[in-house]
């Protein structure tokens, strides 16, 4: 095999000349960067970010609003150094102390019984393990025929092959590229007060009017066809839009009624992004299984988690081997991020960060 010579990019303008060669950037175009783009982020502190060009930016999304507690906090790398340096992974069918003792401490944070947790390496795998989690669910209680699974126009639940096809916007070009869509979704109005879909001229309003929208859907459907309702607390795309404050009772109460499965999406919403730990607890509602991401780590590795009630998680166990969740990704449980998890989640909680949160977010409203 040929070995093709040279050294690699270091300054800056060789840098920006490899990346427009090179690399393939998330959610833009290398045909559409400015001539002194991409900027190359070299370190950061606290809110700000240096370039490589020696200049200095306040980092107002906070990453993919996933950095919460900041850049350069040296104890996620000493906690993830020191991992590293005892066992980076793990042989096939064990696991490891940060594994469980992130599992644990989710268990202590998240409302009520959500007490078991699959680790994944993002957002997008979170939302995917969730919803075969309500899928196989069923089928483990002899509903094989529940397979739908109800999403919120306008919601975002990831960019993998299921999960891309969650939520979105009408004509939304990023999918026309993967038609055909994934089968079994059901599209539900977004319950956004400024723009309400079903006419509601109040936040309550148009809460009310949209939760009892999934309810005609499931109906429609007929109930026995659906598996479960996935929605994040506080939908990013639509500009944020906060639903009145009925809407997750009453979502919580229709999917007990229909025994759907309600997932929550706490990927961009959780570990305080809203002033509660979790989104949901702001209306007092444990959904049956919840999706986090970002700020579970802060960005520092990759990680994610599928946290399932106890009622959901008992039904893959106790019975035929094939009773277990059937579901294998090389990187779930790494022992790595986990370590990085559980460093970062202490900073959250010594530091008062969610506390913060409320006073900063009432401040900026
Ligand atoms: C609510 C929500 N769910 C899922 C995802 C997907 O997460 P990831 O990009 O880590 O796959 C995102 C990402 O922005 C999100 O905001």
């Not at 026309?176 to 001229?201: K, S, T």
Request: glycine share 10%; proline share 6%.
């Amino acid at each position: 095999m040929a070995v093709k010579a040279g050294s690699l990019p270091e300054n800056p303008s060789e840098m920006r000349a490899a990346a427009m060669k090179h690399l393939w950037m998330h959610n833009r175009g290398w045909d559409e960067l400015a001539e002194d783009e991409p900027i190359v982020a070299t370190s950061g502190h606290g809110i700000r970010i240096n370039d490589s060009e020696g200049r200095s930016w306040i980092d107002v999304n906070g990453g993919y609003m996933s950095v919460h507690i900041g850049y350069g906090r040296t104890e996620i790398a000493r906690a993830a150094n020191k991992q590293m340096e005892q066992i980076h992974y793990f042989p096939h069918g064990t696991t490891s102390a940060p594994a469980v003792q992130l599992a644990a401490k989710l268990d202590q944070i998240t409302p009520g019984d959500l007490t078991r947790s699959f680790f994944v390496s993002g957002g997008s795998e979170a939302n995917e393990t969730s919803v075969k989690i309500a899928r196989a669910f069923y089928r483990r209680a002899g509903h094989a025929g529940r397979y739908k699974v109800i999403s919120r126009k306008e919601s975002y639940h990831g960019a993998l092959g299921l999960t891309m096809w969650l939520g979105g916007s009408t004509g939304s070009s990023g999918r026309a590229d993967y038609e055909p869509a994934y089968p079994g979704m059901v599209y539900a109005p977004q319950p956004n007060p400024y723009r309400c879909e079903m006419g509601g001229e109040s936040p309550d309003e148009c809460a009310e009017r949209c939760a009892r929208a999934i309810e005609n859907l499931l109906l429609f459907h007929g109930p026995d066809t659906v598996a479960a309702v996935i929605a994040e607390p506080v939908a990013v795309p639509p500009a944020v839009a906060v639903p009145g404050d009925g809407y997750w009772p009453r979502l919580r109460e229709i999917c007990n009624e229909y025994g759907v499965i309600l997932i929550a999406d706490e990927v961009i919403t959780g570990f305080g992004r809203t002033g509660k730990m979790f989104a949901v607890e702001h209306w007092d509602v444990v959904p049956d299984v919840m999706s986090v991401a970002k700020g579970i780590i802060s960005s520092y590795l990759p990680l994610g988690a599928s946290i399932a009630r106890e009622g959901i998680a008992n039904a893959f166990s106790g019975g035929p081997d094939t009773k277990f969740f059937q579901h294998v990704l090389t990187f779930a449980g790494h022992p790595v991020p986990a370590a990085a998890a559980l460093e970062n989640i202490r900073i959250i909680e010594e530091e008062d960060l969610v506390e913060n949160s409320a006073i900063v977010g009432a401040y900026f409203l």
